[in-house]
């Protein structure tokens, strides 16, 4: 069961950003005009993506988890140098901070971008996934690694309380904590930084990681099913993508593999959907959780 629900985290974040990647960047009105209600995963939207086709969001976690696994133990560097080769394959898409980062660390090889008040952005905390299942059972040793993986790019506050608690939100799904309990961790980050909070939240989903986290967790916790929080997420419009595969992968968690709709998974590409199920039970088997069966 444990395993199954790590494959969902991975498999619905894959979901999320190829769905979402059709609305990014448009207005909510706009997304009403075109498309009515966007529900199906078509391609398309400003990358001119084919259907089931994902972007960064789906590859630098694909980076992470394949560094962890490469390495057989935690390896920063491992990490970084995937995301080194990655961008120099000419990728669809990166962000600028992202860009930013992995270029540094080319030229430096530091692993630690320094503190940069722009450095606010989600593309740390869309990726932290994997961070989550290998640190499974041990929640002061995921906030480290969590914000380890983020500073190779991203080194703000915002981001990587953002980066621990998507990962706490993702390992508390799979182990079935109660939503309440679910509820309790996102409350305790707007607590910390009310930048974060969601309540009816009804502003811009944009890729600042305050606004983002806000719209996937107004998401999460005012639907009831892997489907729906996904569908009022992708038709906020804006970052699309990143705020998708965030929700999809703490929804997956939540709700496991039979809850993400078939016509979805189906979607994606048949290779990509085998690697990511083998990487999450991979990652979950190294996890502290399972040195302790």
């Known amino acids: 069961m444990i395993v199954r629900r790590a494959q969902a985290a991975l498999l619905g974040g894959a979901v999320g950003d190829a769905l ?37 969001d789906t590859e630098l976690t694909l980076c992470v988890a394949r560094g962890i ?107 079935r904590t109660p939503l309440a309990g679910l509820r309790a961790t996102a409350d305790e980050l707007a607590a910390r930084h009310p930048e974060f909070l969601f309540e009816r939240y009804d502003g811009e989903s944009s890729a600042y990681v ?29 970052d699309a993508d990143t705020a998708a595969a965030i929700a999809g992968a703490i929804a997956g968690a939540r709700y496991g593999l039979p809850a993400i709709p078939r016509r979805w998974v189906s979607a994606l590409d048949a290779g990509l959907r085998e690697e990511l199920a083998s990487l999450a039970e991979r990652l979950v088997r190294r996890s502290p959780l399972f040195d302790r069966v």
């Open 20 to 56: 979402g990647a059709t609305t990014e960047f448009m207005k909510p009105a706009q997304i009403r005009e075109r498309i009515g209600v966007h529900r199906e995963i078509t391609g398309g939207g400003w990358l001119n993506l084919l259907p089931g086709q994902v972007t960064d």
């Open 69 to 175: 696994i490469q390495a057989r133990e935690w390896n920063l560097a491992a990490i970084a140098d995937r995301f080194a080769h990655w961008l120099s394959g000419e990728p669809t898409d990166v962000g600028a901070t992202c860009r930013r980062g992995i270029r540094e660390y080319v030229e430096t090889r530091r692993l630690a971008a320094a503190p940069n008040e722009w450095d606010a952005g989600n593309g740390a905390a869309m990726r932290v996934a994997p961070v989550a299942l290998y640190t499974l059972g041990d929640e002061k040793l995921l906030s480290r690694l969590a914000v380890e993986q983020a500073h190779i790019t991203h080194h703000h506050p915002l981001s990587d309380a953002a980066c621990v608690a998507v990962g706490s939100l993702i390992q508390r799904g799979i182990l």
């Open 210 to 238: 305050a606004d983002t986290l806000r719209t996937v967790l107004d998401a999460f916790f005012s639907t009831g099913s892997f489907e729906d929080c996904l569908v009022k997420t992708v038709n906020r419009g804006g």
